[in-house]
């Protein structure tokens, strides 16, 4: 019996999984408008100004954000490369999913321009290069460098896995291989890191793509050498002449640098900074089997998901730091709750299932993709939201752009390449994370083998996996029990599986040979499920939210009589009938008798000593990602209880 604890599961290559059914239609609403729009907001800009060395040196177009006493360091123009690397990355997947030869050639466009860019010595960021050269590797606190390094190194891997062209990656390797040199432990190197994570994961996957261990070396080292003392942001601000007090963040928890990570047990400081640090973390845990960062993760997972997340896998409540405040604390209207947070939450889930399935990951990253993560793109593709709160009076509305770029291209390259999320590969081991219909092939024991997905999921819970190989070969099969299943049932080619003996971690197990034609069929029932909150969360005390399997659902006015405020749940749940809805695309929705409180009847008096009169009405809850897609108005999440 393979042991799969044991082993170190990596994602596939985006070629290996093709996209069918709920994820298909996402990801071709991205390849056909979401992309062309990305490219073109980048476009509108200025950013290639910025980026073509046969462009005259464009002004700088955003100023500097200025704070009393405080250092003038940052514009968010410094990270528009980074913004450029995720629609590149996006635009790989697209190309992959739908061939698309005019976006393929701007892609080659722009890459181009960026092995144009590109110094001697292999630097590469637009911004030291045209608008402050000389001053490069001066300022990792603030400046987002090895940030906007580690984007384009994961949009380069996208780009050879989609198309097979070597240039983009050849000009990254270049520049990793710079960063390789400046920084290390050696008397001649750099001890520093960035402000912004993102470097150390994109290294493992420049590792995994090369299969060079160097660049996972270099992955471990900025891992290893974070908040270190004396710290590397005091000195590097002192030799730039200025005051580490002038911090505009003032505390490196900002930056999740306030300590070693392995000493780090708070999720703390700026939501998606964390969240990609851990990822980095975690792919360190799996490459290297280091055992010393087990504890923190865990620690800091727990921290995340019993403390400081949204029912819909939203993080972040705060707006002044974009980041973490106090346990407990998730207001729901006001929460900022960023698209590309819950995005980096999901992809941290996903890492740590590198060591091996566990249900406690896997459930969260798919709570995070399918409500905080995709609410903000809406259905036709072409409208954003970057804050992402549960409650709204019916102000709150998607974006077509934003004044700060990062969520439109993060939830675009996360939708196009999620079948690299739903699996886990090991070398003879495949665990499935997530469901969703796809046909997906890898190779296991020494064979490629195939594996179709066929379902209506998240919509119905019924799957068929079907098995594809030439030749009968044995592998682990690891299925994920999701725990908002009461009653999951498994079975291998009609024949039932015994699941309290197959499962660990809440997953089943089925380590067997398997012959051309084999299908397992999962049967996940979705009852609608009433929630609660630990009633520390002040903002959810006497409410409830309606779930049904993987989805959070909530109200919307054009669905429902307003104020929804004045809706009353009471149970009678099992009464709930669940219909589709066309107008959104098939989705599903939930009717259940609610109680509505009215003024009919309450007469000019402000204050009275009676209740006022319920009615009983017609409650319709549609999926929380789907909000904002049709009539706008109020929307409630965590619903008044009686
Ligand atoms: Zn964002």
Same mark, same amino acid.
């Given at each position: ?376 793109? %809406? +259905?036709? *593709? ?9 409650? !709204? $009076? ?5 974006? =077509? @752009? ?88 498994? %079975? +291998?080619? *009609? ?9 660990? !971690? $809440? ?5 067997? =040979? @398997? ?103 017609? $409650? ?6 789907? @909000? ?15």
């Amino acid at each position: 019996m393979t042991d799969v604890s044991q082993l170190q599961f990596r994602p596939p290559a985006i070629p290996d999984v093709e996209l069918r059914g709920f994820w298909g239609e996402r990801a071709d609403a991205v390849a056909s408008t979401t992309v062309h729009i990305l490219l073109d907001r980048c476009a509108e800009a200025g950013m290639f100004e910025q980026i073509d060395p046969t462009r005259p040196v464009p002004r700088q177009r955003l100023p500097f954000h200025r704070k009393e006493g405080k250092e003038p360091t940052v514009t968010t123009q410094m990270f528009w490369d980074s913004d450029v690397a995720k629609a590149l990355e996006a635009a790989a997947y697209a190309i992959h999913r739908k061939p698309d030869p005019a976006l393929e050639a701007r892609v080659d466009e722009i890459v181009d321009m960026f092995a144009a860019l590109q110094r001697e010595d292999g630097y590469c960021n637009s911004w030291y290069l045209r608008m402050q050269p000389g001053r490069e590797w001066t300022n990792l606190r603030d400046c987002h460098e090895l940030y906007c390094a580690g984007h384009l190194i994961e949009a380069a891997v996208a780009y050879h896995q989609a198309t097979g062209k070597r240039k983009f990656l050849d000009v990254m390797i270049r520049y990793a291989d710079l960063i390789e040199r400046r920084f290390g432990p050696g008397a001649d190197q750099m001890q520093g890191y960035c402000g912004h994570e993102e470097i150390e994961l994109a290294l493992i996957k420049l590792g995994r793509e090369t299969g060079e261990q160097r660049y996972l070396d270099l992955a471990k080292f900025f891992i290893d050498v974070r908040g270190r003392k004396p710290h590397y942001f005091d000195l590097e601000a002192e030799r730039r002449g200025a005051s580490p007090d002038g911090f505009v963040h003032g505390t490196h928890e900002y930056s999740q640098s306030h300590l070693p990570v392995r000493e780090q047990t708070r999720v703390v400081g700026h939501a998606v900074r964390a969240m990609y640090l851990y990822c980095g973390m975690a792919d360190v845990a799996t490459e290297f089997h280091d055992n010393s960062l087990t504890e923190p993760l865990e620690m800091l997972w727990s921290d995340l998901t019993e403390r400081q997340m949204y029912v819909t896998g939203g993080i972040g409540p705060e707006e002044h730091n974009e980041g973490f405040s106090d346990p407990y604390h998730l207001p729901n209207e006001t929460a900022y709750a960023e698209t590309c947070a819950a995005i980096a939450l999901a992809f941290w889930a996903s890492r740590m299932l590198g060591r091996g399935p566990n249900r406690v990951y896997a459930d969260v990253m798919e709570t995070a993709f399918l409500n905080g993560a995709l609410s903000g793109l %809406s +259905v036709e *593709g072409d409208r954003f939201f970057y804050e992402n709160p549960l409650e !709204s $009076g019916g102000c709150h509305h998607r974006w =077509e @752009w934003h004044r700060c770029p990062c969520c439109p291209p993060n939830i675009a390259r996360a939708v196009t390449s999620i079948g690299t999320y739903m699996y886990g590969v090991a070398d003879d081991a495949l665990a499935v994370h997530l469901y969703g219909a796809n046909r997906a092939t890898f190779t296991l024991g020494g064979g490629r083998v195939s594996i179709e997905q066929e379902t209506e999921y998240p919509w119905d819970g019924r799957v068929v996996l079907k098995i594809g190989t030439e030749t009968p070969r044995r592998f682990a099969l690891s299925l994920r029990l999701p725990g908002w299943c009461a009653n999951p049932s498994v %079975s +291998v080619g *009609g024949e039932a599986v015994d699941l309290s003996s197959a499962s660990r !971690s $809440g997953y089943v197990t089925i380590d067997r =040979e @398997w012959s051309h034609g084999d299908s397992v069929t999962l049967d996940l029932p979705m009852a609608v499920t009433a929630l609660r909150a630990d009633p520390r969360i002040r903002a959810d005390r006497g409410r409830t939210a309606l779930t049904r399997g993987p989805l959070v659902y909530c109200m919307e006015e054009t669905d429902n009589d307003t104020p929804l405020d004045t809706i009353l749940l009471d149970g009678g749940f099992e009464r709930a009938e669940i219909s589709k809805m066309e107008e959104l695309g098939g989705a599903v929705a939930i009717r259940v008798p609610v109680g509505k409180e009215t003024h009919k009847g309450w007469g000019r008096a402000l204050y009275k000593a009676a209740p006022p009169r319920v009615e009983t009405v017609l $409650g319709i809850f549609v999926p929380y990602f789907l @909000w904002d897609n049709r009539d706008p108005g109020e929307m409630l999440v965590w619903i008044r209880t009686r």
